[in-house]
């Protein structure tokens, strides 16, 4: 079955600064990413996705770009702010599937 | 807000007991899924359901069981609750319950078992 690593664990940055997320994934069927936020004491919210016919997606300061042939995807936060304090989750999934595969998820740390 | 409900929000109660979690999908949706998230642990896939029929099936528990009712909310029932148990459970739901869907999440309910 498809396996989703997701690097890294813990990221700390300055506001400011850009905090970049890496998922890779093993199914090269898989064409559709994408990336949850969890803010403390809250559900998963969807933020950002991508599907495999396009190779970067943009809105306002994100934005996330998907290399299939290395059969990586990665989620880019530009000028953090505290508020993008909060845990990320990326998915990979494929047609006819049910059920997508979640990373472990990356703790992200915005410092003021 | 996602439109997903989750009842009740926290859950206190002792080992050996059973609770019942409930969750109300998003208008429209037809397919809930279950998921279990332990302390610093990602999401746990345990169970799906869509229209009412069981759909697919993770590491859920034989202690656990849910059901999809006719009006498309569901319930997850944990029985012969064991500390290792306590965690946060989330429901989410989708529109036709393909993996290529948008999932959107509950608030989750927070069960501790003492």
């Known amino acids: ?112 | 807000d996602s439109g997903v409900t989750q009842t009740p929000k926290h859950l206190i109660t002792a080992t050996g007991q059973r609770v019942t979690l409930r969750c109300s999908p998003r208008s429209g949706d037809l397919s809930v899924y279950w998921y279990q998230q332990s302390l610093d642990q990602g999401l746990q896939f345990l169970i799906q359901y869509y229209n009412g029929e069981e759909r697919a099936k993770g590491n859920i528990l034989e202690r656990f069981s849910a059901q999809q009712f006719p009006d498309l909310h569901s319930e997850l029932n944990l029985s012969s609750l064991e500390l290792g148990d306590s965690a946060l459970y989330f429901c989410a739901s989708s529109v036709e319950g393909q993996a290529t869907d948008t999932q959107y999440f509950g608030p989750g309910t927070r069960l501790t078992v003492l």
């Open chain 1, 1 to 112: 079955g498809e396996n989703v690593e997701q690097h890294p664990s813990t990221l700390s940055v300055q506001e400011g600064d850009s905090a970049v997320i890496k998922c890779t994934y093993s199914d090269s069927a898989s064409n559709y990413f994408p990336w949850y936020k969890q803010e403390l004491g809250k559900g998963p919210q969807l933020i950002i996705d991508i599907r495999s016919n396009v190779g970067e997606k943009k809105d306002q300061r994100i934005a996330v770009t998907l290399n299939k042939t290395a059969k990586h995807f990665s989620l880019h936060i530009t000028e953090t702010q505290p508020e993008d304090s909060a845990v990320y989750f990326c998915a990979a999934s494929k047609g006819g599937s049910y059920i997508p595969t979640f990373g472990r998820g990356t703790s992200l740390i915005v410092h003021p």
